[in-house]
């Protein structure tokens, strides 16, 4: 038996995965910028800029006040990673189920 290709299911696994993967990488530059340059990032409008594509960037407050622990810093980039993709992969999957809604809407 020959299997017909489901192009909704190929869709939205495409739109999850770019999602997924687009949040993540925002998340890691943020990461490495608010490393680099700890000052800039945190004390400026950067840090609402920061926070406006990256709402779980917001931890890097509560690990900027502890003292300076490589695993506390580890499993907080590790969890603003993490928590950035499923963020943009939720929006993501909304935007979808909207478009295919309206989409369905049309053709009726």
């Not at 502890?66 to 499923?86: D, F, H, K, Y």
Request: net charge positive.
């Amino acid at each position: 038996m020959h299997r017909t290709p489901d192009l909704r299911s190929d869709t939205i696994v495409t739109v999850m995965s770019v999602s997924i993967v687009l949040g993540m990488a925002v998340a890691l530059v943020l990461i490495f910028l608010w490393r680099s340059h700890p000052a800039t990032i945190t004390q400026s409008g950067a840090y609402q800029f920061a926070v406006a594509i990256c709402p779980p960037f917001f931890l890097v407050g509560v690990v900027s006040a502890m003292p300076e622990s490589t695993l506390a810093v580890v499993l907080t980039g590790g969890t603003i990673v993490v928590a950035n993709g499923s963020l943009y992969a939720g929006v993501a999957a909304l935007a979808y189920w909207v478009w295919s809604i309206r989409g369905r809407r049309s053709n009726l």
